[in-house]
């Protein structure tokens, strides 16, 4: 999770207002003073129909209508990431089980066990 900036705020309400003024109109509609025209945009916004919304079983998650951003493939393979991945994982619960001793330890130090 994070928190949301000042700049991403401002970003949805922009794109919550100009959807408000443009829903239900075909006509051009200007997303701030850049003179834009509201979009859907993959991961970010969706102005789904209630025929969209009928089509999921009246489901509102998000994540049915917005979809996921397109992310460019950076031509590694898929097992070749897997591989590195795991090894990292395998690594850092070592390193997980390594610092838990050395709390322990120094619990036991402080008379605390």
């Known amino acids: 999770l994070r928190d949301f900036t000042d700049e991403d ?7 919550y207002h100009n959807w408000q003024r443009c829903k239900g109109s075909d006509r051009a509609c200007p997303v701030s003073t850049d003179d834009e025209q509201y979009q859907d945009i993959a991961g970010f916004c969706k102005s ?7 089509d999921n079983d009246f489901v509102l998650t998000a994540g049915r209508y917005v979809g996921a951003e397109e992310v460019e493939d950076d031509g590694i393979p898929f ?6 991945l795991t090894a990292l994982l395998h690594t850092q619960f070592a390193q997980g089980r ?3 001793q ?3 330890a120094n619990l036991q130090g ?4």
């Open 9 to 15: 705020i401002r970003k949805i309400a922009d794109t």
């Open 48 to 54: 789904a129909t209630l025929a969209d919304i009928a």
């Open 79 to 84: 097992a070749e990431k897997m591989e590195t």
């Open 98 to 100: 390594e610092l838990e």
């Open 102 to 104: 050395q709390i322990v």
């Open 110 to 113: 402080l008379g605390y066990e």
